[in-house]
């Protein structure tokens, strides 16, 4: 039997992808490919490092995304929206 976590507990280094976050986001980037000028400043301003793509289509891998917008307010053309999660 495993023993209890103490609150408070942090996962092990490196285990992220153990982990799928993407249940605790309340809102979700939409990535629009009408202005996208393929920079690639959503790929590197990511904290979790889950946005993919070339050619100026991008996308994000949604099982670990927690929603934070921080591409969509970095992205220098407005092709990406934040929009409410729906279950």
Not at 26 to 48: A, G, M, S, Y
Not at 49 to 76: Q, R, V
Request: a negative charge; hydrophobic letters at 35%.
């Amino acid at each position: 039997m495993a023993r209890p976590r103490p609150a408070g507990y942090v996962a092990e280094p490196g285990s992220s992808k153990a982990n799928k976050t993407g249940s605790w986001r309340t809102e979700k980037p939409v990535f629009l490919h009408d202005t996208c000028t393929d920079c690639r400043i959503c790929v590197l301003v990511c904290p979790d490092g889950i946005i993919f793509g070339a050619d100026s289509i991008y996308d994000a891998d949604f099982d670990f995304c927690k929603g934070c917008g921080i591409c969509a307010a970095e992205c220098p053309v407005d092709d990406i929206e934040m929009a409410p999660e729906v279950r």
